[in-house]
């Protein structure tokens, strides 16, 4: 159905926002920050795990209490602004708190995506299941991809990529506000 490639969508936007910063962050921080390469693994690697953790705790404490089509479609709108602040600023402090902070923004994206997704469409069962996690590792090597591809056209400028990604979360929040307005009567939670 139409909807079921919606969801496919969901999943690859939400592999692409979460690996491409995570296969970068490192590297981003070491070329385009000009920090060392202990630096760049602690604050942006790391932070970017340790947030992105720090999400998925919250919201599996919380979650009852948050609707979820919101929680998604902001922390894609705070994806979209750490992507932006990282791909933008030249200063160190402010790119590193762009990666970091984007790990807490994806946290929600992939279980988020499942979760509505089995409410929506309860009867897809195993299958349903099987090609979203497809779709998600679909977008979890095209995110990525796409980073290192526009980074090398720009004379290996990694910022140029990182300002790439912004596609990833805009098109998220696109399709769960689409997904919410037109297929959710009740409240998602």
């Known amino acids: 159905t139409k909807l079921f490639w919606i969801f496919i969508v969901l999943m690859v936007c939400a592999g692409s926002s979460e690996l491409a910063m995570a296969q ?6 070491e070329s385009a920050l000009h920090v060392s ?3 760049g693994d602690l604050a942006g690697s790391c ?3 340790a947030l992105m953790g720090l999400s998925r705790v919250l919201y599996g404490k919380f979650g009852e209490k948050v609707n979820l089509t919101t929680f998604m479609t902001a922390s894609g709108i705070l994806c979209l602004v750490c992507y932006l602040i990282a791909g933008l600023s030249k200063n160190p402090v402010l790119g590193l708190i762009g990666c970091a902070v984007s790990g807490f923004s994806v946290g929600i994206m992939w ?3 499942i979760s509505i997704s089995s409410r929506i469409l309860p009867k897809g069962g195993t299958a349903l299941f099987a090609l979203l996690a497809l779709g998600g590792d679909l977008g979890g090597s095209l995110g990525p991809s796409i980073i290192g591809n526009v980074s090398q056209r720009a004379g290996d400028n990694l910022q140029m990529g990182v300002l790439s990604g912004i ?3 805009i098109v998220l929040v696109i399709c769960v506000l689409g997904v919410r307005r ?6 998602p939670r």
């Open 182 to 187: 037109r297929y959710m009567t009740v409240s």
């Open 167 to 169: 596609g990833f979360p």
């Open 37 to 39: 390469k202990s630096v």
């Open 47 to 49: 932070g970017f795990a």
């Open 24 to 29: 970068w962050a490192s590297a981003f921080a």
């Open 111 to 113: 279980p988020g995506s």
